[in-house]
Protein backbone atom coordinates (compact mmCIF):
# COMPACT_ATOMS: atom_id res chain seq x y z
CA UNK A 1 0.00 0.00 0.00
CA UNK A 2 0.61 3.69 -0.59
CA UNK A 3 2.00 5.68 1.88
CA UNK A 4 -0.51 8.20 2.69
CA UNK A 5 0.70 12.08 2.54
CA UNK A 6 -1.15 14.46 5.02
CA UNK A 7 -1.54 18.52 3.97
CA UNK A 8 0.19 20.82 6.58
CA UNK A 9 -2.61 21.35 8.45
CA UNK A 10 -3.50 17.66 8.72
CA UNK A 11 0.12 17.10 9.94
CA UNK A 12 -1.03 19.72 12.53
CA UNK A 13 -4.30 17.78 13.86
CA UNK A 14 -2.24 14.48 13.86
CA UNK A 15 0.27 16.09 15.83
CA UNK A 16 -2.80 17.27 18.28
CA UNK A 17 -4.19 13.67 18.64
CA UNK A 18 -1.38 12.48 19.54
CA UNK A 19 -0.58 14.87 22.32
CA UNK A 20 -4.42 14.29 23.96
CA UNK A 21 -3.78 10.36 23.29
CA UNK A 22 -0.47 10.76 24.94
CA UNK A 23 -1.83 13.10 27.94
CA UNK A 24 -4.60 10.65 28.20
CA UNK A 25 -3.54 7.09 28.03
CA UNK A 26 0.27 7.67 28.54
CA UNK A 27 0.78 5.65 25.49
CA UNK A 28 3.51 7.74 23.34
CA UNK A 29 3.28 7.56 19.01
CA UNK A 30 5.87 7.82 17.05
CA UNK A 31 4.60 9.80 14.17
CA UNK A 32 7.56 9.22 12.11
CA UNK A 33 7.17 5.69 11.93
CA UNK A 34 3.69 4.98 9.42
CA UNK A 35 2.81 1.39 11.65
CA UNK A 36 2.93 3.45 15.06
CA UNK A 37 0.98 6.19 13.13
CA UNK A 38 -1.83 3.78 12.20
CA UNK A 39 -2.06 2.33 15.91
CA UNK A 40 -2.58 5.71 17.20
CA UNK A 41 -5.58 6.46 14.77
CA UNK A 42 -6.71 2.94 15.06
CA UNK A 43 -7.11 3.33 18.79
CA UNK A 44 -8.29 6.90 18.09
CA UNK A 45 -11.33 5.94 15.85
CA UNK A 46 -12.22 3.33 18.44
CA UNK A 47 -11.82 4.97 21.34
CA UNK A 48 -14.51 6.09 23.99
CA UNK A 49 -12.67 8.96 25.09
CA UNK A 50 -14.68 12.60 24.15
CA UNK A 51 -11.18 14.37 24.06
CA UNK A 52 -9.88 11.90 21.84
CA UNK A 53 -12.84 11.39 19.82
CA UNK A 54 -13.23 15.36 18.94
CA UNK A 55 -9.40 15.52 18.30
CA UNK A 56 -10.09 12.57 16.18
CA UNK A 57 -13.07 14.39 14.38
CA UNK A 58 -10.54 17.45 13.39
CA UNK A 59 -7.86 15.29 11.82
CA UNK A 60 -10.41 13.40 9.60
CA UNK A 61 -12.14 17.04 8.67
CA UNK A 62 -8.85 17.56 7.02
CA UNK A 63 -8.70 15.05 4.65
CA UNK A 64 -9.70 14.29 1.33
CA UNK A 65 -11.39 11.30 -0.62
CA UNK A 66 -8.65 9.99 -1.06
CA UNK A 67 -7.16 10.59 2.02
CA UNK A 68 -10.05 8.55 4.22
CA UNK A 69 -9.88 5.77 1.61
CA UNK A 70 -6.42 5.10 2.40
CA UNK A 71 -7.33 5.23 5.87
CA UNK A 72 -10.54 2.81 5.34
CA UNK A 73 -8.00 0.55 3.44
CA UNK A 74 -6.29 0.37 6.14
CA UNK A 75 -8.76 -0.69 8.75
CA UNK A 76 -9.36 2.45 10.05
CA UNK A 77 -12.78 3.64 10.24
CA UNK A 78 -13.93 6.77 12.03
CA UNK A 79 -16.85 8.66 12.56
CA UNK A 80 -19.60 9.02 10.15
CA UNK A 81 -20.03 12.79 10.62
CA UNK A 82 -16.87 14.82 10.76
CA UNK A 83 -18.38 18.05 9.18
CA UNK A 84 -19.33 18.73 12.19
CA UNK A 85 -16.20 18.71 14.16
CA UNK A 86 -16.17 22.14 16.89
CA UNK A 87 -13.71 21.46 19.33
CA UNK A 88 -14.64 24.99 20.81
CA UNK A 89 -17.88 26.52 21.05
CA UNK A 90 -17.15 30.56 20.36
CA UNK A 91 -19.16 32.58 22.76
CA UNK A 92 -20.64 35.86 21.83
CA UNK A 93 -19.64 38.58 24.30
CA UNK A 94 -20.51 41.17 22.06
CA UNK A 95 -24.25 41.41 23.88
CA UNK A 96 -22.89 41.07 27.57
CA UNK A 97 -20.50 43.89 26.77
CA UNK A 98 -23.66 45.87 25.72
CA UNK A 99 -25.31 45.09 28.74
CA UNK A 100 -22.17 46.59 30.73
CA UNK A 101 -22.21 49.58 28.88
CA UNK A 102 -25.89 50.47 28.69
CA UNK A 103 -26.40 49.52 32.61
CA UNK A 104 -23.45 52.05 33.49
Known sequence: MEKIIFSQS????????ASQVR???GIRHKLSDESAMIELL????SSDHKVIQTYFAAFTSEL???QRSS??????HGPADT???RPHARQSTTSSARLRI???
Open 10 to 17: GVYRLQQL
Open 71 to 76: LVAKGI
Open 42 to 45: RSSA
Open 23 to 25: CIT
Open 83 to 85: QGY
Open 64 to 66: DEQ
Open 102 to 104: NSA
